[in-house]
């Protein structure tokens, strides 16, 4: 039913900028909780960027002031640009959408992944030194 496709990302040097979008599809955008996870291998799946139903945005603490996210309804589309990029941001970036509250958490960094319903596929990042 509902499709989520990221792209937009790719491997830049640390400092360097990457803007990643994703377009929902195949469905109606039913809570308006989007937002961004990374991972890693060996480490969990963690919330960078939310944003809800009422516009509200919160970001993981270590990309504060240099990520931004940013939706556009009538696209059904969510973006996140990405700035002053450093090597720990180094990771599969997904894009994702669901109601949190039904399982047991809110629309908000943080946000455990579980609490996510539709997934994109990731689109990689990696920043180099």
């Known amino acids: 039913q509902v499709q989520l496709a990221e792209s937009g990302g790719g491997s830049v040097q640390a400092g360097g900028s990457l803007r990643l979008s994703c377009r929902a599809s195949?469905?109606?955008?039913?809570?308006?909780?989007m937002g961004w996870f990374r991972q890693v291998p060996g480490k969990e799946r963690e919330a960078v960027a939310m944003?809800?139903?009422?516009?509200?945005?919160s970001y993981l603490d270590s990309v504060k002031g240099r990520f931004t996210i940013s939706q556009d309804s009538s696209k059904n589309a969510v973006y996140l640009q990405m700035n002053s990029l450093q090597v720990e941001d180094t990771g599969m970036y997904y894009c994702a959408t669901g109601s949190p509250w039904r399982h047991g958490f809110y629309c908000g960094v943080p946000v455990a992944a579980l609490g996510m319903d539709y997934w994109g596929k990731g689109t990689q990042v990696t920043i180099s030194p």
């Open positions: 195949g469905g109606t955008e039913s809570s308006g909780c």
């Open positions: 944003i809800d139903g009422a516009g509200g945005i």
